[in-house]
């Protein structure tokens, strides 16, 4: 086995959390496994995983390796792929990330699209909410809202989102709908952990910025949780714009404070290649934007 063979198994070992996971993933024997990581270890002179009887873990080293090898697997891919005339027929796979709801609800049915248009091409959809690392997860473009502190990527704007208040027609024909940020007190509230700063929320009133403390009756762990709750008359909510728009097309969820709310938010599709990126990836970012951009979600 070659390195660059041995560097895939060990992608594989990481990626899949285990040896045997990886044997499985590569139809290849274990001790075959084993001996490819064995050599790399030998050839590089350092520990790539701590092993225990229970789980396999990956050293600092192997953390710093694994990142290496993503990009040198990628470049290499990429490199066959031109030579094969990938940037002339769109053909491999893309791994792509974005907010869990954002990918349910807008991204999934454009990329069963795209996949329609474009067969010879494979999507891996990483639906987490936080912000990934593309090198070193080996990411090929993601999807992020708001302002983007690293400048090296490659961005390109899709719309904007903002934060608002929602609830239940039924709720607020029984308690009152609220007309100023101040009156949130007097409300059963709903909050989802996945809101970083579900303490207080933030609205302006011209130029003053108002944080309004709240204690929520019911807190969650995820946004689809406290919006769920929110149909079901828990009370009002804070959500992304985004997140609610089949509710409110439907009448289930009313928006409120509209005048208070905070400055909308972009929406970017980011990518680390720009004019360099393969046909795959330039198929995929041309097929979103002509997808996304004006979609009612995305216009705050």
């Given at each position: 086995m070659d390195r660059i063979e041995?560097?895939?198994?060990?992608?594989?070992?990481?990626?899949?959390?285990g040896f045997a996971a990886a044997s499985r993933l590569l139809n290849l024997s274990a001790p075959t496994v084993t001996r490819a990581v064995a050599s790399l270890e030998a050839s590089i002179g350092a520990e790539l995983f701590?092993?225990?009887?229970?789980?396999?873990?990956?050293t600092e080293a192997g953390q710093r390796y694994l990142a290496d090898c993503r990009r040198i697997l990628r470049q290499l891919?990429?490199?066959?792929?031109?030579?094969?005339?990938?940037?002339?027929?769109?053909?491999?796979?893309?791994?792509?990330?974005?907010?869990v709801l954002f990918g349910q609800q807008l991204l999934v049915p454009a990329v069963v699209d795209f996949l329609a248009a474009y067969p010879a091409v494979s999507v891996r959809l990483l639906l987490v909410d936080r912000t990934v690392l593309l090198g070193e997860e080996g990411i090929d473009a993601a999807f992020r809202m708001g302002d983007l502190p690293d400048s090296s990527l490659v961005a390109m704007p899709l719309g904007y989102i903002r934060r608002v208040v929602c609830a239940s027609p039924a709720y607020l024909d029984a308690h009152g709908r609220p007309a100023h940020p101040s009156e949130l007190t007097g409300h059963a509230l709903v909050a989802s952990v996945a809101d970083t700063r579900n303490d207080a929320w933030q609205f302006v009133d011209g130029d003053t910025r108002i944080d309004i403390a709240i204690q929520p009756r019911l807190v969650t762990s995820t946004n689809a949780a406290a919006i769920s709750a929110a149909e079901c008359g828990a009370g009002?909510?804070?959500?992304?714009?985004?997140?609610?728009?089949?509710?409110?097309?439907?009448?289930?969820?009313?928006?409120?404070?509209?005048?208070?709310?905070?400055?909308?938010?972009?929406?970017?599709?980011?990518?680390q290649e720009g004019r360099r990126a393969a046909a795959k990836l330039r198929v995929f970012l041309a097929f979103m934007a002509e997808r996304l951009r004006g979609h009612p979600a995305l216009m705050g």
């Amino acid at each position: 086995m070659d390195r660059i063979e041995e560097m895939a198994v060990f992608v594989a070992v990481a990626e899949e959390g285990g040896f045997a996971a990886a044997s499985r993933l590569l139809n290849l024997s274990a001790p075959t496994v084993t001996r490819a990581v064995a050599s790399l270890e030998a050839s590089i002179g350092a520990e790539l995983f701590v092993r225990t009887t229970r789980f396999v873990r990956l050293t600092e080293a192997g953390q710093r390796y694994l990142a290496d090898c993503r990009r040198i697997l990628r470049q290499l891919e990429e490199a066959e792929a031109q030579a094969a005339g990938a940037h002339i027929a769109p053909r491999g796979n893309l791994v792509i990330a974005a907010p869990v709801l954002f990918g349910q609800q807008l991204l999934v049915p454009a990329v069963v699209d795209f996949l329609a248009a474009y067969p010879a091409v494979s999507v891996r959809l990483l639906l987490v909410d936080r912000t990934v690392l593309l090198g070193e997860e080996g990411i090929d473009a993601a999807f992020r809202m708001g302002d983007l502190p690293d400048s090296s990527l490659v961005a390109m704007p899709l719309g904007y989102i903002r934060r608002v208040v929602c609830a239940s027609p039924a709720y607020l024909d029984a308690h009152g709908r609220p007309a100023h940020p101040s009156e949130l007190t007097g409300h059963a509230l709903v909050a989802s952990v996945a809101d970083t700063r579900n303490d207080a929320w933030q609205f302006v009133d011209g130029d003053t910025r108002i944080d309004i403390a709240i204690q929520p009756r019911l807190v969650t762990s995820t946004n689809a949780a406290a919006i769920s709750a929110a149909e079901c008359g828990a009370g009002l909510t804070r959500v992304m714009s985004y997140q609610i728009a089949p509710a409110l097309a439907d009448g289930r969820l009313e928006r409120l404070l509209q005048p208070y709310e905070d400055k909308p938010l972009p929406v970017w599709l980011v990518n680390q290649e720009g004019r360099r990126a393969a046909a795959k990836l330039r198929v995929f970012l041309a097929f979103m934007a002509e997808r996304l951009r004006g979609h009612p979600a995305l216009m705050g």
